[in-house]
């Protein structure tokens, strides 16, 4: 992918060919179906392999029963028609779309097996048939196709557990505060819900009564119990803390986040992964070979006289052990993996192959208000003079600023709460238009002004520690304490304490780092130096950041990182868009990638996961070819001058075993 990709536009249309996954309860009960027949096939192989004449030689046993051979057939036939059935009707299926596998490999071994070892019973041809490897190697496919099947399950079964997790009923509140238990999905928008402490939150709402933290971990990710009063919205699914709240019904069914979170992960498990189409293409390559190389095996043994069982044996091996069955899961399983891993991490996917492009990424570009910072005014800085010290300093234009609704006092007030300081009681509060407020503490006069107003009472802030402050784009307040300069407080828009690392984990895989900021150079310096930026675009209006985008594209194969609200046109234009921090607005659309939380490590999380998901895919498909490379010569049996030769049973363990190896390095993506 060259580095103008992006700048084509990377939203054309893809085909749909998403293949239609069979629900849950479908995969349960043919899990249950490879059970039985596995169960039943392994109990009829147990006498079989006892009248086998080879089975008595290798355990140095006789046992004489009349008409054995016809008893031999007869449960041969049962272990190849109910054992093998999933297997023949695999093969029809497969035969029908013109779109041969793994089951008519298997099919067509175990029926050349069955009908030569039949022909020699009847008479119709000569030498000796192998019906306790036909039973051998039924019930060895049926179990890799039973253990195969568990692993597919356990890795959907994320899916199950995120349905699971809605409650059925709720206390729906009355008018004249009667309650009554209802159906969920009886409630409608404008309904009120009691949730009691330890209880499930019934539906996405907004509570309108009580306090409570709500442990929301299981869909968004986030370990920690979010405190929740009075008009803070709650998501259908998070449980309830230590109180009892009543919550307002805002959205029901579909609407809902859990609702869009399972659809979401529905879709992505869904959608073909563009390895995926690699894997099928070489699996059906694979099908070719096998039955091609198969045929050359048995005319190949037939010539040099090795006669016709050794011929049929080595012919059904090489198709048996050719089963491209690891290579067919090598890639779904790890998209099942990665995707329910995701959704439990709180990062919706919802365009795959932008997924699979973010491990491509040579640089992530950040909006900065709400990204990268909080979005709102807080305390960075505080300067002391004559001898203050900071507490003295926050806790003064704190009771100040306490009267004030002005962003840069709801700043000073907020930093001394964090500091866990108490107000002083100030009496005769005003403003001082356009400068700052005073009040009266004491019989003293408290100011918090503005550099103006200093220059206007000829009082000297002459300090360089302030203009370093001015020069970084900060808002810079003085506190005057009758009229004596005691303190100053510099004010900014707050970065996240999670940015730093964000950006750190993001440079350690190799990644540029950069933002977009609507504010003044000055301030986007600020923030840029502070985080150890490689770059950062200042002035930005909102319809000028998809251009920018496009500028970098010409160097990068670049990701936007942004809020979804004014960064859509750039989050469209990136060759990924993640919109980060959207909370219960899960149907953020010019986004590919999602996270629920307002958390910028999630965005190098996210990028680190799509890496690790891709060299699973790899790995898989690596060991899928490599094992056929190896094992399609040895069951033909190029070894045999050596002595080593595998019976199609060894050469089915051998596959199944490659299956299972593909299945459990998929589900390692968990580790």
Known sequence: MDHDHGVTGRHEAQPAEASQKKPPETHHHALEDFRRRFIVSTILTVPILLLSPQVQALLGIT?????????????ATVVYLYGGWPFLAGIVSELRVRMPGMMTLIAVAITVAYAYSSAVVLGIVGGE??????ATLIDIMLLGHWVEMRSVLGASRALEELVRVMPSEAHQVRSGGTMEDVPVDRLTPGDRVLVRPGEKVPVDGV????????????????????????????????????GSVVVEVRKTGAETYLAQVIDLVRKAQESRSRTQD??????????????SIGAVTFAGWLVVGAGP????????????IACPHALGLAVPLVVAVSTALAARSGFLIRDRTAFERAKDLQAVVFDKTGTLTTGRFGVTDILTFGGATEDDVVRTA?????????????????????????????????????????????????????????AEQGIEAGDERVGALQRQGKTVVFLLDDGRLTGALALADIIRPESGEAISRLKEMGIRCMMLSGDNPDVAAWVAGELGLDEFFAGVLPHE??????????????????DGINDAPALVQADVGIAIGAGTDVAVES??????????????????????????????????????????????????????????????????ASTVIVAINARLLRV
Request: charged share 20%; hydrophobic share 50%; glycine share 10%.
């Open 129 to 134: 048939g192998f019906f306790w490897e036909l």
């Open 545 to 562: 950041k998809a251009e920018k985008i496009r500028e970098v594209q010409r160097r990068y194969r670049v990701a936007m990182v942004g």
């Open 398 to 454: 704190a009771s100040v600023e306490a009267h004030s609704e002005h962003p840069i006092a709801r700043g000073v007030v907020r930093s001394a709460e964090e500091r866990g300081l108490s107000l002083i009681p100030l009496e005769n509060f005003r403003a001082i238009p356009g400068k700052g407020v005073e009040a009266e503490a004491a019989g003293r006069t408290v100011r918090v002004v503005s550099p103006g107003y200093l």
């Open 207 to 242: 509570v309108i009564e009580g306090a409570t933290s709500v442990n929301e971990a299981m869909l968004t990710g986030e370990s920690r119990p979010a405190e929740k009063r009075p008009g803070d919205a709650v998501i259908g699914g998070s449980i309830n803390g230590e």
């Open 63 to 75: 046992i004489t029963i009349p008409g054995s051979d016809y008893l031999l057939l007869t449960l």
């Open 591 to 656: 986004a590919d990638i999602v996270l629920v939380r307002s958390d910028p490590r999630d965005a190098a999380a996210v990028i680190d996961l799509s890496k690790k998901t891709y060299r699973k895919m790899f790995e898989n498909l690596l060991w899928a070819t490599g094992y056929n490379t190896v094992a399609i010569p040895l069951a033909a049996g190029v070894l045999f001058g050596a002595g080593i030769v595998l019976t199609p049973a060894a050469g089915a363990v051998l596959m199944s």
């Open 278 to 291: 690699l894997a099928d293409r070489a699996a059906f390559l694979l099908v070719v070979i096998a039955l």
């Open 309 to 320: 069982g050794f011929a049929v044996e080595r012919a059904a091996t090489v198709m048996v």
